[in-house]
């Protein structure tokens, strides 16, 4: 096959274009869905009491125990990598320990990462030049 | 091809039944009932989820089997772009019947040529040896070039019959096969993801993938035929030509029908006309090289259509051939028939008038529907 | 946690009592592009956590499936495989049958588990052939329909799975219409009437109740069946903050009753003795505000009395099935 003499040249990727479509899984960690809130919980481990309900609930899984191989209570952390300031966990909090506050003008974010499309430029630019409180 | 089937180590099939493809189906299962059939028979409640079945098995690693017709290969049409889309070796029997409507269960190639661009590997058998031959080799030709492969018979003439077939005996057909080479599957470790959504930065990638591999696959097909012939002693190539070295009028077409315009060439000789049949085996990827080779010396073609390609240029072969000749720089008379549509028949007067016609003096482009004699 | 396969069927194994005790390594992987507060996703992730090994996921075309794999990304820390709409259980057919090909042939050890995650789109219309089928030829799979009561991947519109009397795109209300006409199909109904060992309703609201029934459906060597109510904060016009206490109150005002269906037998696993009154369910959600409008007060107490009606139809066949 031809390619037009450089017409039709194939542009690289930055990432491999497996036959059929398949990927390895868990890919979509690198693209951070950080720029996406308005809010961000910030958790009060003295509330806390581990009691997971904001993990079970969590879409993304945004939150993370802090105790990961263990069973019985573990309080918890925000992946602020990924979350999207959606509200539920705090809503769902039985001590109330996930307060929603408003992501600052201007704050910075950790941009995505890695070879992944998005990653490559096109969101998670790190800052939030559209607010204007 | 049920014996094919149970020849060749298959581990799934699934079908659903649709005139005339029927009898396939049923022997499959009474082998499965009986203990001969060691894979497992899954009957579908349709034929989209007979193709689904399908990619669902042949993603897990299976070699796996279907077999349709008509109605159905168009219920599946959505299905057919998905198999060759993730690049797998499903292999499926397609007994070509007419398209409604109007209702219509004899054959006629409308069924697979509606489907013809949805990256599938065409093959086409004109007897039933033959397609028993095809279906052994259609698994390692899928597994050798990840495409899937569909052996076509006409529906009726072919599935329908009682001819003899020399049949290999079993531990021939299993170590021709031999179990499909490994591939991405859903049993992988690390976890794979298939059938992901592919935006537009990376979804023509992807097609043109299937096109190189599609255009990459005559050698593999013919390593395998040559294989075959090994065991079998037949082979049939991408072209089959019938005394058309020398020959002014070629005809070309696909399926059973090649038979009776041999029959018919080989009696026009008598009468001083030099007509030759050329019948192609391979439908997808066209094999332009060698039908031209066997077309150069002859200065009209006839192409027998079996389907017809309302409002388009010309109709499918006619399409290729004609597009063929121009790639090569060639221009010959071109005969368009459009026959035995919805079964109808074509005898071997009929392709003698046909050769006739084209022995007259006449337009160098015609096309037209053929009834036949009265 | 429970060991893998050949667990005696349902009862106390399956008994998920309390979320510490659940594996918290993670099946689904942050960075999806779902809506903030999606509801199927909740659903999905509940229902991954509780199996207690990896399962193969087929998941139909919709809004989990789009929002977790866009090439090169993929969400799924499982083998998962998407191939259209229709015909998830098709494909999960063809998936758990040639896994038992292969291992009578001694190529693998042990069928993996099959779970199927397809929308009420892909389950109650353009999917329910493909899952008649697959239910009827006894196909081992735990099939989840994350409910979200419309199309909503292609922009809210409605489905057979639409509750009467809600707004959606193509059955907005206005002075002829109050909403969608239609009932809600009753699919775990359709579900049972194949024989199946196990069906059942679920809420994201309840994940104890939901998890128990993944446990449960697992116990058994054939298809099995989970209704997830699972809202969705774009469709149904809700603060995202919300998408759990409206699942909540779907429960507690009996709109989405939690039950199961095994072997046949009807059990109101959550019992509603004192229902909230239908406004708590509905007042929170866009869709349905509309209700609440003098206009459309015929249509309001139609809704009532279905929510009614199923709910003394679910009692009667639970205690039909007790009195045997």
Redesign the interface.
């Known amino acids: 096959?031809s390619d037009g003499a450089g017409v039709g040249r194939?542009p690289t990727?930055a990432?491999?274009?497996?036959?059929?479509?398949?990927?390895?899984?868990?890919?979509?960690?690198?693209?951070?869905?950080n720029d996406?809130?308005l809010e961000r919980p910030v958790v009060n481990l003295d509330r806390c009491v581990?009691?997971?309900?904001c993990?079970?609930?969590?879409?993304?899984?945004?939150i993370v125990?802090l105790?990961?191989?263990g069973?019985?209570?573990?309080k918890v952390k925000v992946?602020y990598?990924?979350c999207?300031?959606?509200?539920?966990c705090?809503?769902?909090c039985p001590t109330k320990a996930i307060d929603?506050v408003p992501e600052e003008v201007g704050a910075r974010w950790r941009p995505s990462r890695g070879s992944?499309?998005?990653s490559a430029g096109h969101s998670s630019r790190g800052t939030t030049p559209w607010l204007t409180l | 091809m049920a014996h094919a089937v149970r020849q060749s180590d298959v581990d799934l099939v699934a079908a659903y039944p649709i005139t005339p493809q029927t009898v396939i189906v049923e022997r499959i299962a009474e082998f499965a009932a009986n203990g001969k059939f060691r894979g497992e028979f899954v009957p579908v409640e349709s034929e989209h989820s007979a193709m689904s079945a399908c990619i669902g098995g042949a993603l897990t690693g299976a070699r796996v089997f279907t077999a349709t017709a008509s109605q159905g290969l168009a219920l599946m049409h959505e299905m057919l772009y998905a198999a060759s889309?993730?690049?797998?070796p499903i292999v499926m029997a397609v007994a070509n019947r007419a398209l409604n409507s109007p209702l219509n269960i004899h054959g006629d190639h409308s069924d697979i040529m509606g489907s013809r661009d949805s990256g599938w590997i065409l093959l086409f058998a004109e007897n039933v040896e033959e397609a028993y031959d095809r279906v052994i080799q259609a698994f390692r030709i899928a597994e050798a070039v990840?495409l899937p492969v569909a052996v076509n018979l006409d529906g009726f003439t072919l599935t329908h019959s009682a001819e003899v077939v020399r049949m290999l005996p079993d531990d021939a057909v299993e170590s021709f096969v031999g179990r499909p080479p490994r591939r991405?599957t859903l049993l992988d470790d690390?976890?794979?993801?298939?059938?992901?959504m592919?935006?537009p930065?990376?979804y023509q990638?992807?097609k043109?993938?299937q096109?190189?591999?599609m255009?990459g696959a005559p050698p593999a097909i013919r390593a395998v035929e040559e294989a075959y012939r090994e065991i079998s002693g037949r082979e049939y190539g991408p072209v089959k030509r019938f005394l058309s070295d020398d020959a002014d009028i070629v005809m070309v077409m696909l399926g059973s029908y090649a038979g009776t315009a041999r029959v018919a060439a080989a009696q026009l000789r008598s009468e001083g006309i030099r007509a030759g049949v050329v019948s192609l085996g391979w439908y997808r990827p066209f094999p332009a090289d060698e039908l031209l080779r066997a077309v150069e010396g002859a200065d009209s073609i006839v192409v027998m259509d079996r389907s017809v390609s309302y409002g388009a240029s010309a109709h499918p072969l006619a399409s290729d051939v004609m597009t063929a000749l121009y790639k090569a720089g060639l221009r010959k008379r071109v005969l368009s028939v459009v026959y035995g549509l919805g079964g109808r028949w074509f005898t071997e007067e009929d392709a003698k008038r046909l050769f006739r016609h084209a022995a007259e003096p006449g337009p160098d482009f015609e096309s037209f529907f053929y009834y036949g004699g009265d | 946690m429970s060991a893998g396969s050949a667990e005696p069927k349902g009862g106390e194994r399956a008994q998920v009592r309390s979320?510490?005790?659940?594996d918290?390594?993670?099946r689904?992987?942050?960075?999806?592009?779902?809506?903030?507060?999606?509801?199927p996703?909740?659903a999905v992730?509940?229902i991954l956590?509780a199996y207690p090994e990896d399962p193969i996921v087929v998941n139909a075309t919709g809004c989990v499936e789009v929002v977790?794999s866009?090439?090169?990304?993929?969400?799924?820390?499982?083998?998962?495989v998407h191939v259209a709409f229709e015909n998830s259980a098709a494909v999960a057919s063809g998936v758990e049958a040639a896994m038992r090909a292969l291992r009578r042939r001694g190529e693998i050890e042990r069928e993996r588990p099959v779970v199927v995650f397809a929308g009420d789109g892909g389950t109650f219309d353009i999917g329910i052939q493909a899952l008649s089928g697959a239910l009827e030829r006894g196909h081992r799979m735990l099939y989840v329909c994350y409910d979200n009561e419309a199309y909503m991947n292609t922009g809210i519109q409605r489905s057979s799975a639409t509750p009467y009397g809600a707004w959606t795109t193509t059955s907005p209300y206005g002075s002829i219409w109050p909403g969608k006409r239609e009932a809600k199909k009753d699919i775990v109904a359709i579900v049972a009437a194949h024989g199946v060992p196990y069906a059942a309703t679920a809420s994201?609201s309840h994940?104890k109740d939901l998890m128990t029934k993944v446990r449960k459906a697992l116990s058994y060597d054939g298809p099995t069946f989970l209704h997830v109510y699972a809202p969705c904060n774009r469709g149904w016009r809700f603060?995202?903050?919300?998408?759990?206490?409206v699942a909540k109150r779907a429960v507690e005002t009996r709109f989405f009753p939690l039950y199961e269906v095994e072997n046949g037998r009807y059990r109101i696993t959550l019992p509603v003795t004192k229902p909230r009154p239908l406004e708590d369910f509905l007042s929170i959600q866009g869709r349905f505000r509309h209700l609440l409008l003098p206009q459309y007060r015929e249509a309001l107490e139609e809704l009532k009395r279905m929510v009614d009606e199923r709910w003394e139809r679910l009692n009667r066949l639970a205690s039909a099935r007790r009195a045997e």
């Open positions: 096959m194939r990727l990432f491999p274009i497996n036959p059929g479509g398949w990927y390895e899984g868990g890919s979509s960690v690198e693209y951070h869905t996406w809130r581990g009691c997971l309900y993990w079970i609930y969590c879409p993304e899984p945004a125990p105790d990961r191989e069973r019985g209570p573990s992946d990598d990924h999207k300031g959606c509200g539920i705090a809503q769902v929603m992944t499309p998005a | 889309g993730l690049r797998l990840n991405p690390p976890p794979k993801s298939f059938g992901l592919s935006l930065d990376t990638f992807f043109e993938d096109q190189r591999a255009e | 979320l510490l005790e659940i918290r390594r993670e689904l992987a942050p960075g999806h592009r779902a809506c903030a507060g999606c509801g996703m909740i992730r509940q956590q977790t866009v090439y090169p990304e993929t969400s799924w820390l499982v083998p998962w994201i994940w603060d995202p903050s919300l998408t759990v206490e």
